[in-house]
């Protein structure tokens, strides 16, 4: 990838970010605009939520549409990947990031609450990926980031089903990148600690900062500057089947 000369490395590139209405993906899609990327910013329900993000990428001087999907269901992952062609032709970057929780003890978790984070948070990754690796095959060039989190690698009281699509995230990022890699895609994954989310308000507690070697917890722009990083730095181009941890400490291998 070669740095263009107006420093804007991802310029004339397609990025398509997913639950990217608020959080760190909005985070990371506003990253990516500022790399002079054409971004989708997929959303499930926010769709005011996901026009703001829209109109911020457009006073950047950045492109951007907005499109409703839920990635768990196939049909509306292959709307979402044919709608980018139609309007770019091509998709550079994947950022995997849609993702919801449905915390509660493993003895009073319902099949329904397993099966839903199940379904967003690894079949979603999935879905995603298998559909736009289809297009980067053919470029012969791409890069994907999987948000994955502290959660898939330490579990977390509360998170039976969290913790597992998360660990699953980072065995298929490895997979994905053995065999994605002699045709020049990266895939790795971001494992975040706690980052200041409306997904993690509830847990924001002195007594968690214990566990933080840094003691603070970590926000939204800089998990998406590691996200920038791998999708945009020509530095990243030899790296691809790793998690990469961002979270003040909290996990040390």
């Not at 990838?1 to 397609?14: A, I, T």
């Not at 079949?123 to 502290?150: E, W």
């Amino acid at each position: 990838m070669n740095e263009p000369q107006n420093g804007q490395r991802l310029s004339g590139q397609v990025a398509i970010v997913t639950g990217a209405s608020r959080g760190i993906g909005r985070a990371v899609a506003l990253a990516l605009a500022a790399e002079g990327a054409k971004v989708v910013v997929n959303y499930a329900s926010s769709s005011a939520a996901a026009e703001a993000v829209v109109a911020e990428i457009g006073a950047m001087g950045s492109e951007a549409i907005g499109f409703q999907a839920d990635v768990s269901q196939p049909d509306q992952v292959e709307a979402l990947l044919s709608a980018t062609i139609a309007q770019w032709s091509r998709v550079d970057v994947l950022v995997n990031n849609a993702g919801i929780t449905r915390d509660t003890l493993l003895l009073r978790m319902k099949l329904e609450d397993w099966q839903a984070v199940i379904d967003l948070n690894l079949t979603g990754v999935f879905l995603c990926t298998k559909a736009v690796s289809k297009v980067m095959l053919k470029q012969r060039s791409g890069r994907m980031i999987n948000i994955a989190s502290v959660s898939g690698q330490m579990g977390n009281p509360g998170q039976a089903n969290y913790s597992a699509a998360k660990a699953g995230v980072i065995g298929f990022t490895k997979t994905v990148a053995k065999e994605l890699a002699s045709r020049g895609i990266t895939v790795n994954a971001v494992a975040p600690g706690f980052i200041v989310t409306d997904m993690t308000h509830d847990v924001q507690t002195e007594e968690l900062l214990k566990y933080i070697p840094l003691g603070r917890y970590g926000q939204p722009e800089e998990v998406a500057g590691l996200v920038r990083f791998l999708a945009a730095d020509p530095a990243a181009a030899y790296i691809t089947g790793q998690v990469m941890n961002i979270d003040g400490g909290m996990v040390m291998a």
